[in-house]
């Protein structure tokens, strides 16, 4: 199918950047090799993810689709709906929109200046919920792999190891996190999280994001290492900072329903039109 002419956002939370397209009313043939070519940053548009706003499929205003670097379909992204968020709502000049993603109905409002905070729904914990390959006590994973050792397990609609450690700055995630990721505990593979607590109190995490590698942010991730390290006891009360490569993301883990709230920014960098060339 020619693509030639088809109109993409370029768009990134925190540096999590993305390739938008709005697909509702021109459907796209999307092979994973297409993805690839197009997130292929020497020869492509370039992105962590490639997602489309998609006609909405029951509750929502769109549904979003959500595509990794390496062409896998994946469930949810919280930077892509805070990015998603952002369009929808000026499109339908509204104060909050709800998304549809294979995670799960999310909800994006506006927040105080130019931020966006995003309902991501439940943190799901249970061991068939993230999913692993059989019954564990998700608060601490019976897993060690080089310096890395007893994971919590979260589910944000999307699968998350968060490893509590020294230092995560120093941490090689590059080595690390494939071997996570692929372990035979995550049948649906799971993304990778080394965070350690700041003595202001903030939370400093670094990414290894499934299909992708290491990336500058991840809204999910930081919602499951909030939550993991509320589970642990490492951090008092309901709401903490987060403190990613490319900027700060503010969590709240509500007791009332289990839901987590995740507010940052959402920033169109440009726009452009694909050329055949950009397929490959």
């Not at 297409?34 to 998609?54: K, M, N, P, Y």
């Not at 071997?179 to 799971?190: A, D, K, S, V, Y």
């Not at 987060?242 to 726009?271: K, P």
């Amino acid at each position: 199918m020619s693509i030639r002419g088809t109109h993409f956002l370029k768009m990134h939370g925190l540096g999590n950047d993305f390739i938008v397209i709005d697909a509702r009313t021109r459907p796209l043939d999307l092979t994973p090799e297409r993805v690839r070519a197009l997130a292929d940053r020497h020869s492509g548009v370039g992105c962590d993810q490639f997602v489309t706003i998609e006609p909405a499929r029951g509750g929502g205003v769109a549904f979003m689709g959500l595509r990794n670097a390496d062409g896998e379909i994946v469930e949810s992204c919280g930077n892509a709906s805070r990015c998603v968020g952002r369009l929808l709502l000026e499109e339908h000049e509204a104060e909050s929109v709800l998304i549809e993603t294979l995670g799960g109905m999310v909800e994006a409002r506006r927040a105080s200046g130019e931020l966006i905070e995003v309902d991501m729904g439940p943190a799901r914990l249970a061991w068939q919920e993230i999913p692993l390959a059989g019954a564990a006590d998700t608060l601490r994973l019976e897993l060690s792999v080089g310096p890395l050792s007893g994971p919590c397990a979260v589910s944000m609609g999307n699968p998350h190891a968060v490893f509590f450690v020294d230092d995560a700055e120093a941490l090689d995630l590059v080595t690390w996190g494939p071997l996570i990721e692929h372990h035979g505990l995550f049948p649906n593979r799971t993304n990778v999280e080394a965070v350690h607590i700041r003595p202001d109190g903030r939370l400093r995490m670094r990414v290894w994001e499934r299909g992708v590698g290491v990336t500058r942010a991840c809204g999910t991730g930081a919602c499951a290492s909030a939550v993991a390290a509320m589970r642990r006891g490492l951090i008092a009360g309901r709401a903490v900072d987060v403190v990613l490569d490319g900027g700060t993301l503010g969590i709240v883990w509500r007791e009332s329903d289990g839901r987590v709230l995740m507010t940052g920014s959402a920033t169109l960098a440009y726009s452009g039109v694909l050329d055949e060339g950009a397929w490959a």
